[in-house]
């Protein structure tokens, strides 16, 4: 459960984004629009975590079920509001026996999505929701990510289910030296994510690998302990019309 943990708290990066001052909403969709977010709401995702073994050189799936619950509204001003939401994980085979993982706060207006967990604050979305809109999602932190959106208001296929509209965003897309060459170093990154309309994020998946070749320590090669692969992928909601 630990090595989950660590995947989890990596996987609420996907919540990161930024942009500290307001923007018009004339044109594109306003933050509530690609995430409704009320009390009782729940939303469930498998999720796909990768492991690296045997001396980091093969790798080892394992999948979960994961579910963000609003369980309150803990503040409220004339324009945002502030919710406690619950994450809690559970194996593909056992339906009832869910375990609390962590706890975030989001806070909610038109124009932008807060998320507050472990004591750092990151923003999520920024409006307007549109294609070609850039901002810093780690704006309350020294380091940069770039996102942008794309594909605005276009229909998308999750698990064979249809979505009328939604929005992706890519954040990295990154490739050094050819991966398939197991002789040579590389490195892979890439974070993409997919909000549905009326829905919120559809699917995640962020990875980072890097591969050092065979060398005297080690004559088979190995992934670097840092890198890690999640996908997270919409299963449903119960407050999805």
């Not at 509530?32 to 977010?37: A, E, H, I, R, S």
């Not at 208001?153 to 490739?175: E, G």
């Amino acid at each position: 459960m630990n090595c989950l943990k660590t995947f989890i708290i990596i996987l609420l990066a996907y919540f990161q984004s930024g942009c500290t001052k307001s923007v018009e909403t004339l044109e594109g969709s306003d933050v509530f629009t690609y995430f409704p977010v009320a009390i009782g709401n729940a939303i469930t995702y498998s999720l796909d975590s990768t492991r690296y073994i045997q001396v980091g050189a093969e790798k080892e799936i394992r999948s979960y079920i994961i579910k963000d619950s609003v369980e309150t509204l803990t503040n409220e001003t004339a324009k945002s509001k502030t919710y406690r939401i619950a994450r809690l994980v559970r194996n593909e085979f056992d339906s009832t026996l869910w375990t609390r993982l962590s706890t975030y706060y989001i806070t909610i207006d038109s124009s932008r999505l807060e998320l507050m967990e472990s004591n750092k604050k990151y923003l999520q979305l920024v409006a307007p929701i549109k294609d070609g809109l850039k901002w810093n999602r780690n704006a309350y932190s020294t380091d940069s990510i770039l996102a942008s959106y794309s594909n605005t208001d276009q229909s998308d296929k999750v698990n064979n289910d249809i979505i009328p509209k939604s929005t992706t965003l890519l954040i990295r897309n990154d490739t050094i030296s050819d991966p398939k060459d197991k002789k040579r170093y590389s490195a892979v990154y890439h974070w993409k994510e997919i909000y549905g309309k009326n829905i919120g994020l559809l699917f995640m998946e962020r990875t980072e690998e890097i591969w050092q070749p065979p060398n005297a320590n080690c004559s088979t090669g190995y992934y670097e302990d840092k890198s890690f692969h999640i996908k997270i992928t919409f299963l449903k909601s119960n407050f999805r019309k």
